[in-house]
Structure formats: C-alpha cells, structure tokens
C-alpha cells in the first residue's frame, strides 16, 4: 500500500476541499428550499435560520398551487425537457454512428460543421426562429420548442458521442454483418448499449440548460397553456411587489423533477464507468 | 471446382495499394494459411474475401458463385476475429444462434446445431453465461462456436489465438486442427506467427507488401523456399544468409538454415569466436563470428557447453545449401 493513499492529512485535506465546495454548490439550493417554508417577515429578518415554530409557514406553496396552472407548467417542462432529450439523443447517436463508421468524402468537414454550434449561441438566431416560427404557426406551440431546444443540444451531443463511437470495436461490428444484422440492428443493437455512459453524460449536459431555460418559452410560447416552469414561476415576480413566498416555493418545486432525472441518468453512468473498468 | 478461387484482387486506400493483384485458387476442405509480416495485407485480404472491404478490382468466387457484390452474411461464410468480438448482451447460446435467427432459420434446428457445436467444443456447462462470465479460451471457444453453427462453405479465421496465453493458445491450437479433421471445411486462416502457420495448414500463402512471395504446403516452404523473403520469414531461428563472393560462390547469397550447421571444437570449415549462446533445453543457440562467413547462427539439438569466448569450428551441410541470384530468386 503507498503511503500517499494511507497518510490521514493529506485525505483529510481532499475532504475539506471536496466538502467546501458542497457547501458552495449546495448553499443556495439549501437556503430557496429552507425559506420557502418561512413567512414573509422572517425570510427578511433571519434569511438564513431554519424554519422555526414561529416562523414555519406554507403560504408560498399554497399561492404557487392555488394561482396559475402549476401542475400544468410542470407538464410542459418535463414534455419539453424529456422529447428534447430523446431526440437529441436519437439524431446526434445516428450522426455520430455515420461519422465514425462510414468513410465518405466530406466526411471530417462535415463533423466539423455539425460541431460548429458548440461555439456559436443558438440565441444569436433568436429573431430569424421567431420569424420562422411564426411563418410556420407554430409560435405557442410546445414543439417549437422542442425543435429549438433540439437544435441547441445536437451539436455536443455529435461531437461527444463520434468520439466515443470510434472506440467501439471493429470487430464487433463486422461479426453483426457477417451474422446478418443490418446497420439498424448493429446501430442499435450492438453500438448504442456499448456507448450508453457517453449517452448518459449528454443526456445530462442537454437537460439542464433546456430545463432552466427562460429566454425561448419567453419569446416562443409564453401563452397560459404553454408555458413552462421557469415561466410560470414569473408570474411572482412583479416591477414593484414580488411574492418571495411563491418564488422560492415554485423554484422548490422545481428542482426536484431534474433532480429524479439527473439521478436516472447518472445511475448509468456509474454503472457504466464500472463495468468497462472490470471488463 | 475449388471453394475459393482470387483473380486479380487488387485494393486501394488513396494512393497507396494495398493488395497489388493477388490469384490465389483454394480446393474443397483445404487449411489455407495466410501469413506474413504486420502491413502485408493478409488482413485485407480476408476482410475482401468476407466482404467487409470491397476490392477495388477482381473477382471473387465462392463455391463456383461470384459473390463480389453479395453482402457478406449471404456469402455462406463465417469468421472468428482476433478479439472475439462476442456480443455483450447475449448469452453464450443466443451469441452462437444470432446469425441463424437472423437468416431465419427453424428454432428446432438452431437449437440442434448449437448443440452440436457446443457438444464438439465442450462449451455445454457455459450456454447460459455472458461473454463477460468467461475466460478468453472460453471466449474464443464460443467464436468458433458460433462459426461452426453457420455451417459455412468458408471459415476465415483472423488472428485468432494472438490474445491468448502461450499454453492456451497451443490447446487452442490443437482444437482447431481437430475442428478442421471433423468438420473437413475449407478454413482460411491469417496469422503472422509461422509456428501457427506450419503447424496447422495444408498451404500456406506467404505474403509481403500486397503481393504473395509463394503457395505451397510447410515443407515445401521450408525445403525449397522461392526467394530469400520466404527463406527468411520461414524457418526460426533465422536462417544465415551468406554472401555468395566470401564462399568463393558465383551466385549472390548463399543461405544455410541454422540446424543444418555442426559445430566441432578441433576442426571445420568456418573457424570462429562464440559471441552469444542460448541455452532452450531442448536446444542450443549458438552466434558465431566467423572469418569466413560473418555472423551465423548454429542451432544445436540438445545441450552442448559452449561458452561465450570459445573457439569452434562451423561445417555446412553442403546438400541443405539455398543459392539465391541477385534479384533476391532462389536457383535450383
């Protein structure tokens, strides 16, 4: 055993570090959800104390079920957040599958052109969507921002996923030819389970930005039936009154359904970090 | 008419040829070896032939069918590749019946086949096991498994035992010449590891940089190889290749495989120094600087105490001499 891995300072002084950046990363989680179970007066006084007898109060949440379509809101959001997932996945799995398996000229130009959107903000196109959106009629439709969301994640999703495709065996995909699998069946049958923890990462990095998304639910569907949490959760916040109650309540709320979700995605790639390393 | 029969298969990435026209005519339940070193284009060859790779030119026969523009899982062949390439996610009995079911073949009669294949390879106790639950013998076992169900015309074997231990892969080796007596299958078998080559085929097709240097059964190659490639690829240790002008010869090499050199320490033709000895067991390495012959290699049978810094003296067997012209061609 090496002395580095058994010495209690130096392992004691990772933990401080990966424990003071917890706190960090945690600290203003804790204190939206301790708060919105406080009344009005004592998330002023005393923001950072936890709910008391005196103090503990479900006004917030009440207002947040009472006003609006909340439930609602919360269907959209995950509508939205879970079709975008699955077709970035789906598409940017397929493109990265004929990038890495198939030579054909423009090939490298091509998967340069895909990655491209990493570097430029898809919001940079915001009024040529909405014009588009409206030609189409499909402003205040939740699959214009499904395609939007879509767009936005496809080009990381190319980039890692090839990356990681390139290193699925050769051989394994041709004993699928020779058994009589089509490129379908190789795709989906053979590559697709191999490459799940890259999906997971993806699956991961497109959810959170479409998830807390504000801007394009603001411009592409801010109508009542169409809105999303991030939205709905607007209506607390006004020019002069903001109902601090019902925002940190409804950001609560919020958090939990991406916190399932992350839990789902992350699972596999445990699962799948371990069991390439046990081969 | 032969199982396999090449003509004028040619194949190129870019600029570069990778397999400069190669005929090539396999008959029916012929061990055929392709061997040579890395880059040669052996591999290339068998990925032709399975139909993983297109030729850029030639035809390709199978059984009397051209099949250049048939996918390969209707060439009628099957392949075991060097890393197994086992699917994960079936068992050991779902990996072997994949290719059947997918041709549509009768559940009865996969069950049947799988049967006896697994029967034949002793893999029984493991059907119900993931790849991941095997040892890599066990493993390559269920790659051949899965061939032999195929019932092919053609196996190709690509580098099959070169993930295996030294142990497992003369017991691999072994199973595989039984296979070949059992099931009387036309084999074609790519390796660069000239034991695996000598031992196992019926011919054996030396390549080098995209051409074949010669075809013909082990002891053919070894006794009468066509060039001083052959000469020096087959053969291990090496065999000496002499400057024909220091041995008052008019041809322009004269080779001399290691075992046919005696070594005796009063007196022979080539007197020398012992630079280096090798101690096997069953033989004797022993590197001579001589004054005639510069650097040969003696191999002796059994042990002998030579040391380092000895006097000895080398006598080729004047029968078991190979003369080669400048052109690299032997003379007979």
């Known amino acids: 055993m090496s002395k580095a891995r058994t010495s209690p300072i130096r392992a004691g002084f990772v933990h401080l570090a990966l424990g003071a950046y917890t706190v960090i990363a945690i600290f203003p989680v804790f204190l939206t959800i301790v708060n919105s179970f406080k009344d009005r007066g004592s998330i002023f006084r005393s923001p950072l104390q936890l709910p008391g007898p005196s103090s503990f109060s479900l006004v917030g949440y009440e207002t947040v079920l009472k006003q609006g379509d909340f439930v609602g809101y919360f269907t959209n959001s995950l509508t939205v957040t879970c079709v975008s997932i699955f077709l970035v996945l789906l598409f940017g799995a397929m493109a990265a599958f004929a990038l890495s398996e198939y030579r054909f000229k423009g090939n490298a130009l091509m998967g340069l052109y895909l990655s491209l959107g990493i570097m430029i903000p898809i919001r940079l196109g915001t009024v040529a969507i909405l014009q588009g959106m409206v030609a189409t009629g499909l402003v205040n439709t939740l699959t214009a921002l499904v395609l939007v969301y879509t767009a936005q994640g496809l080009p990381l999703a190319v980039f890692i996923l090839s990356e990681f495709m390139r290193t699925v065996s ?90 399932v979700l992350y839990m789902i995605f992350s699972r596999q790639l445990i699962r799948g970090i371990t069991s390439g390393a046990v081969k | 008419m032969g199982a396999l029969q090449l003509q004028n298969i040619r194949k190129t990435f870019g600029a570069h040829e990778v397999l400069k026209g190669i005929d090539l005519d396999v008959k029916d339940g012929e061990f055929v070896i392709f061997v040579g070193p890395s880059g040669c284009g052996k591999s290339t060859l068998l990925r032709v032939i399975a139909g993983l790779e297109d030729a850029s030119t030639g035809s390709i026969r199978i059984d009397g069918d051209e099949v250049a523009t048939v996918p390969p899982a209707k060439r009628g062949i099957a392949m075991v590749f060097q890393s197994y390439a086992l699917y994960p996610h079936l068992t050991v009995k779902d990996n072997m019946g994949l290719g059947l079911k997918q041709a549509g073949t009768e559940k009865a009669e996969i069950e049947r086949r799988v049967a006896k294949a697994s029967a034949m390879l002793s893999l029984e106790p493991y059907l119900a096991r993931r790849p991941s639950e095997l040892s890599g013998g066990q493993r390559q076992r269920v790659a051949i498994g899965r061939a032999i169900v195929r019932e092919p015309k053609l196996f190709l074997f690509d580098e099959p035992l070169s ?77 000496n290749f002499i400057e024909g002008g220091r041995l008052g010869e008019s041809v322009a090499t004269v080779g001399i495989r290691p075992e046919h050199i005696s070594l005796s320490r009063d007196s022979g033709e080539w007197k020398g120094k012992a630079v280096h000895v090798e101690h096997l067991g069953a033989d004797t390495i022993v590197y001579l600087e001589t004054e005639a012959a510069g650097l040969v290699t003696v191999r002796l049978f059994g042990e002998h105490h030579v040391n380092p810094d000895d006097i000895v003296y080398a006598t080729p067997d004047a029968t078991q001499m190979h003369r080669f012209d400048a052109a690299g061609k032997a003379i007979r």
């Open chain 2, 163 to 239: 993930n295996l231990d030294a142990a497992l892969r003369v017991q691999t080796r072994l199973e595989i010449a039984k296979l070949h007596r059992e099931l009387k299958a036309t084999m074609i078998y790519v390796t660069h590891d000239q034991v695996e080559a000598m031992t196992l085929a019926d011919k054996i097709v030396v390549l080098s940089a995209g051409a074949i240097e010669q075809v013909g059964s082990p002891m053919e190659l070894y006794n009468r190889p066509a060039n001083l490639f052959v000469a020096g690829f087959i053969g291990s240790p090496q065999m």
């Open chain 1, 170 to 259: 050769d051989d394994l995909k041709n004993a699928g030819r020779i058994d009589g699998l089509s490129e379908y069946a190789i795709f989906f049958r053979l590559v697709l389970p191999l490459v799940r923890p890259a999906m997971a990462t993806v699956a991961v990095f497109t959810m959170i930005p479409i998830w807390n998304d504000l801007w394009f639910p603001l411009i592409l569907a801010p109508a009542e039936a169409t809105k999303t949490i991030t939205l709905g959760s607007q209506v607390f916040i006004g020019q002069f009154v903001t109902d601090w109650n019902a925002v940190l309540s409804a950001l609560s709320l919020a958090i939990f359904p991406v916190l």
